[in-house]
């Protein structure tokens, strides 16, 4: 048996699964990750979110060459299995914690969502490691540089100090975060979406100072929970493809991604 086509069978031989509707979400943008002789494997570019616990979830899409039966119904066949896949970032471990099916026209066949969080270790080489490699190079993840920065509020710093910013080298992984000359060797990330109201409370930042006109914003919380950073606290928002903001010591800096 195939290691990527066994994986939807180990998964409901390991725990029991609840039918639930797929949720569907209009702005999904696939990238491939791993050709196979019998399957692509491809993730959604636009799911990562960052959860407690250094908990990073991804969503991956398989599209076999050749429909398979569903268990216990042979005459249902699917083509397509997404799966949303949870990773510990500083263990080495994964769970599912969603899987659909769909068929070759793109309708639901099935969809199950795990009520328990049964967590396994990454297999060093492995298809699923793999998965999690690529996880790990999507934005906020990378390198980026400064190319400009907005105020945050009334600002008062000189403007030389200002003017240094530009060309500030930013990089950012799952266990390390670099700011310039400034490194954090334990930093938190965590997924959460903003509205207008709970930014000002929250951050004490207005989305439109910093040129964002919707009422809400998904963003990501950054602690540093070591010394390395002065101030310990950032928040990224993701403002185009390539593009991100990142608030630091009251300026935001707008971070082109490099060497994408």
Known sequence: ??????????????????????????QDKWERVHTGQEYIIEINVNHLK???ERVLQAQFRTILSQPESLRGKPEAKYKTRLETIDFKLNDGKYSFAEVTLLDPSGKVLQSYLSPTQEWRVLKPG??????????????????WKTVNYRFAEH?????ADLAMLIGTRVRLFSDRAEVGAKICSSPDFQSKRFTQEEMLRDVGVDLKTIGIKADHVDAI??????????????????????????????VFLVLKRDGH
């Not at 195939?2 to 569907?24: D, K």
């Open 155 to 159: 600002e008062t710093k000189p403007a």
């Open 221 to 250: 919380n950054v602690r540093c929970e070591g010394n390395g950073w002065q101030p310990p606290y950032s928040v990224l928002i993701k403002t185009h493809e390539a593009e991100m903001l990142m608030l630091w010591d009251g």
């Open 50 to 52: 960052l959860e407690r």
């Open 126 to 143: 492995g298809i699923t490691e793999r998965l999690f490699e690529a996880a790990r190079t999507l934005p906020p993840f990378g390198s």
């Open 1 to 26: 048996m195939n290691l990527r086509h066994g994986t939807l069978r180990l998964l409901i031989n390991a725990a029991v699964f609840v039918c639930l509707p797929i949720c569907v979400r209009g």
